[in-house]
Nanobody
């Protein structure tokens, strides 16, 4: 499974960006998918996740109400719509895939996911 994240860039505070994660390989439409981010000098943190069916989503408290995750299984793509961006959202954003759909780990845990993309940089200026 290969994951390719895109859509990052430089935006002013209050602006929007849409990240995409294109998955290729074996049946990615059956995978739970997640987004994590890592700011300079900080640990990687959970942002959002979506179940393979799209029926279940999860968000960190810091992005809830501002970010929306969605998926298009016909195109094997997951999107993260980010609105009302703030400087604290500045980070490298990584998409991740869980082919096991569980393994006992919650959506918020990096251990749930076996496959990771290379990341896309989001910079929010004040």
């Amino acid at each position: 499974v290969q994951l390719q994240a895109s859509g990052g860039g430089l935006v002013q505070a209050g602006g929007s960006l849409r990240l995409s994660c294109a998955a290729s390989g074996r049946t990615p439409s059956t995978f739970d998918m997640g987004w994590f981010r890592q700011a300079p000098g900080k640990k990687r943190e959970f942002v959002s996740a979506i179940s393979w069916s799209g029926h279940t989503t999860d968000y960190s408290d810091s992005v809830k109400g501002r970010f929306t995750i969605s998926r298009d299984n016909a195109k094997n793509t997951v999107h993260l719509q980010m609105n009302t961006l703030i400087p604290e959202d500045t980070a490298i954003y990584f998409c991740a895939a869980d082919r096991t759909r569980g393994g006992g780990w919650p959506y918020t845990s990096p251990r749930k996911y076996q496959h990771w993309g290379q990341g896309t940089l989001v910079t929010v200026s004040s």
